[in-house]
């Protein structure tokens, strides 16, 4: 398959002011139970695609936070500056990587994460599949 047949996937914040077009299948799908992903996410977890990022293409006004995550490695969020919504990141765990929220997805035919980070600090009742790896850190 080459590039122009690549899938096209784009992800929005709420008010759409902000897009990322995702050329591609993402690198890696993963979701995260550690405090700093359930506060940015306002969840139990985040959920994340991940692309290189010469196949993401960000439009519109975004600013970033960066803080230390568990992991002790920086993490930067970006986020709409209208609505608030979080749309990327970036990690110094991932060099040359994007982060996709996969919530901003209008396409629900993403994949399932293949691992759960910070499965020690998971909500007692969210159960995992049994074929999605549940690491206890990260």
């Given amino acids: 398959m ?8 784009t992800a929005r914040c709420g008010c759409g002011n ?7 299948e993402p690198a890696d799908i993963y979701a995260c139970s550690c405090q700093t992903c359930q506060q940015r996410s306002g969840s139990a977890f985040s959920y994340a695609a991940v692309y ?3 196949s993401v293409s960000v439009s519109g006004e ?17 986020f709409c500056p ?18 996709i929220s996969v919530g901003s997805l209008a396409d ?13 600090r998971r909500h007692h009742w969210l159960t995992l599949p049994a ?6 850190t990260q």
């Fill in 108 to 120: 629900r035919d993403i994949p399932k994460p293949n691992r759960v980070y910070w499965a020690s």
């Fill in 52 to 54: 290189p990022q010469s």
């Fill in 18 to 24: 902000l897009k990322a077009e995702l050329r591609g």
């Fill in 82 to 99: 209208t609505c608030g919504i979080a749309l990327f990141f970036y990690s110094e765990g991932m060099p040359g990587m994007i982060g």
């Fill in 62 to 78: 975004h600013r970033g936070w960066r803080r230390n995550g568990e992991s002790g490695r920086w993490i930067e969020n970006h």
């Fill in 2 to 9: 080459n590039e122009k047949d690549a899938p096209l996937r």
């Fill in 131 to 136: 074929d999605i790896e549940q690491i206890e």
